[in-house]
């Protein structure tokens, strides 16, 4: 089995920043030529893309936060991260880390991030 566990969700303020994180584990084998990124959930809407990240290190952004979020990837941790700067309060959702292995994917079990004054 594979278990992505992630972390590093809350409640910000506007303006404010975050830093997710996702820690991959189990039967992983190949996680190194694999894709990994972050997809939102907002209430009453449906998953969305908000970056990706492949093994060699090349990103992809939804419009709506580039320039504001950054994806990374750790291959000797297994671990890929999402930088949030400049919190907006449409960025309110369940974040998930999704891992594409061998043609199949795995998703988290999300974090909530809440950006309110």
């Known amino acids: 089995q594979v278990q992505l566990v992630e972390s590093g969700g809350g409640l910000v303020q506007p303006g404010g920043s975050l830093r997710l994180s996702c820690a991959a584990s189990?039967?992983?084998?190949?996680?190194?030529?694999?894709?990994m990124g972050w997809y939102r959930q907002a209430p009453g809407k449906q998953r969305e893309l908000v970056a990706t990240?492949?093994?060699?290190?090349?990103?992809n952004y939804a419009d709506s936060v580039k320039g504001r979020f950054t994806i990374s990837r750790d291959n000797v941790k297994n671990t890929v991260y999402l930088q949030m700067n400049s919190l907006k309060p449409e960025d309110t959702a369940v974040y998930y880390c999704n891992l594409n292995l061998w043609r199949k994917d795995y998703w988290g079990q999300g974090t909530q991030v809440t950006v309110s004054s």
């Open positions: 990240i492949t093994s060699g290190g090349s990103t």
């Open positions: 189990g039967r992983i084998f190949g996680i190194s030529t694999s894709t």
